[in-house]
């Protein structure tokens, strides 16, 4: 079964980057959709960045300008770039990926297990 392995949370001073990884952990033959929440203590669940298999992005607005989305296929990899970053990017952050595996000719829904990202000087 495919998992979603996440990597590159911490602690980081304000203003200062951090490079979130998202890795599949078996082949995928298509990648469909890529999307990063994140999520704050007593807040709702929000959308980071969402890229498409066609490369379009979007972005929420807290982030636009700071954060930048990024899929590299041939190794099932998704990327968030987090530069300039602000205490109010405390959050877990968790990637989720609409994929077509290589034992199913469906598109599946996958989530990652969630990292923290604190920012605090």
């Known amino acids: 079964q495919v998992q979603l392995v996440e990597s590159g949370g911490g602690l980081v001073q304000p203003g200062g980057s951090l490079r979130l990884s998202c890795a599949a952990s078996?082949?995928?033959?298509?990648?469909?959709?890529m999307t990063w929440y994140r999520q704050a203590p007593g807040k709702e669940r929000e959308l980071v960045a969402r890229?498409?298999?066609?490369?379009?992005?979007n972005y929420g607005d807290s982030v636009k300008g700071r954060f930048t989305i990024s899929v590299d296929n041939a190794k099932n990899t998704g990327y968030l770039q987090m530069n300039n970053l602000r205490p109010e990017d405390t959050a877990v952050y968790y990637c989720?990926?609409?994929?077509?595996?290589?034992?199913?000719?469906?598109?599946?829904?996958?989530w990652g297990q969630g990292t923290q990202v604190t920012v605090s000087s």
């Open positions: 989720y990926a609409g994929a077509v595996p290589d034992t199913s000719p469906y598109v599946l829904e996958y």
């Open positions: 078996k082949s995928i033959v298509k990648l469909h959709v």
């Open positions: 890229i498409s298999s066609g490369g379009n992005t």
